[in-house]
């Protein structure tokens, strides 16, 4: 893959048309700031909790991005992903960088649109994570 612009990519060695990289390029943005990307983690022994917004972008990519100390406690590691002790799937989260991949099929399991919730609940040391979709009441205490 090559970027072509911010929010544009494609195939390398392909030769985009450059007003319709740009046209994309303004439509990725403006989708981006019309959609909230609310985030909050929190440290919790023996683990940690983020809540996010899901956004049209981690729909596509199934890429996530966590909070630098909640990545730490599992960073170059792979976590089996639960809801309510059914497996849905497993993410790998970077080494040296602050995204996760493999939640595409764990979105779409979750059945997972714009503008919901997502609570994710890490144990590092049981290499797993627990996660509830829902709306805005998961941003309570």
């Known amino acids: ?77 792979a976590l089996d992903i639960v809801r309510a002790s059914e497996s849905l799937g497993r993410a790998k989260f970077g080494a040296s960088h602050f995204f996760s991949w493999g939640w595409l099929p764990i979105l779409r399991s979750l059945d997972a649109k714009p503008g919901d919730v997502l609570r994710i609940s890490i144990d590092p040391a049981a290499a797993r994570a627990e996660v509830q979709l829902g709306g805005p009441e998961l941003w309570g205490p």
Do not use: Y
């Open 1 to 77: 893959m090559q970027k072509f612009a911010q929010n544009v990519w494609g195939l390398r060695g392909s030769e985009p048309d450059m007003q319709a990289v740009e046209r994309i390029r303004r439509a990725a943005r403006a989708r981006s700031e019309a959609e909230p990307h609310r985030k909050s983690s929190s440290l919790i022994p023996g683990g940690a909790i983020q809540t996010m917004d899901v956004t049209t972008s981690c729909l596509a990519t199934g890429v996530l991005s966590f909070a630098p100390e909640v990545h730490r406690l599992v960073a170059g590691s």
